[in-house]
């Protein structure tokens, strides 16, 4: 059982360009989000989806896309990368909202 | 505007000790609140959870009391153990709609 699957685990972009950080979960949970964790400021929801087919901003959207065709699947975009996007993401998914949610591993990204 | 705050970045504990976090939330809307467990360059893992209907929580060694006059919550480790140091996030969402508020994290040492 994989649980939540991140890739890349570690990521260095330029200024400006894009990229699509990977999300799969095999739990088939119906909830699935999107955080950022940067020092000092805890976890910070970016995205979040209750459904295939619907998502709903979180507490840091800008700069961010994503989209749920699949219930197994939930896609980060970052369309044009910045500097204060370096962080680290986490995608988590849970049965229900509430519910304690399962973490991956984390993608540390650098924009320089 | 944080609207969940963990206002100590970091405790130190004894081993077989209790170690008490603390937590704090300003929004009334919250009804369910959860604490995570961070080990370094791996993903948050879910802990224990409290519902708004609740006062207290307890599985093992792990205890959560929820005092909603003071928009407060607490997580009591007891004993304490050097595998429990880690950081320590609590988290609250409202309505089960899965968007969850995280606190700053609480950095726990253990000492042997």
């Known amino acids: 059982n994989a649980g939540v699957t991140q890739t890349p685990k570690f990521q260095v972009l330029k200024t400006g360009q894009s990229m699509t950080l990977q999300c799969a979960q095999d739990?088939?949970?119906?909830?699935m989000s999107w955080y950022r964790q940067d020092p000092g400021m805890g976890l910070r929801l970016i995205h979040y989806?209750?459904?295939?087919?619907?998502?709903d901003q979180g507490e840091v959207p800008n700069g961010y896309n994503v989209s749920r065709s699949t219930t197994e699947d939930f896609p980060l975009r970052l369309l044009s990368a910045a500097p204060s996007q370096t962080s680290v993401y986490f995608c988590?998914?849970?049965?229900?909202?509430?519910?304690?949610?399962?973490f991956g591993q984390g993608t540390r990204l650098t924009v320089v | 505007d944080q609207q969940v705050k963990q206002n100590s970045p970091s405790l130190s504990v004894q081993e077989g000790r209790i170690s008490i976090l603390n937590c704090d939330y300003t929004?009334?809307?919250?009804?369910?609140f959860l604490w995570y467990k961070k080990y370094p360059a791996e993903g948050p893992t879910f802990l224990i959870s409290i519902s708004s209907i609740k006062d207290k929580n307890e599985d093992g060694r792990f205890t959560v009391f929820l005092n909603k006059s003071a928009k407060h919550l607490s997580l009591h480790i007891v004993p304490s153990q050097p595998g429990d140091s880690a950081v320590y996030f609590c988290?609250?969402?409202?309505?089960?709609?899965?968007?969850?508020?995280f606190g700053q994290g609480t950095t726990l040492q253990v000492k042997p």
């Open positions: 988590a998914s849970s049965y229900t909202g509430a519910g304690g949610a399962f």
């Open positions: 929004n009334s809307m919250f009804d369910y």
């Open positions: 988290a609250a969402d409202s309505s089960n709609t899965g968007k969850l508020i």
């Open positions: 989806s209750v459904g295939a087919g619907i998502t």
């Open positions: 739990m088939n949970h119906e909830y």
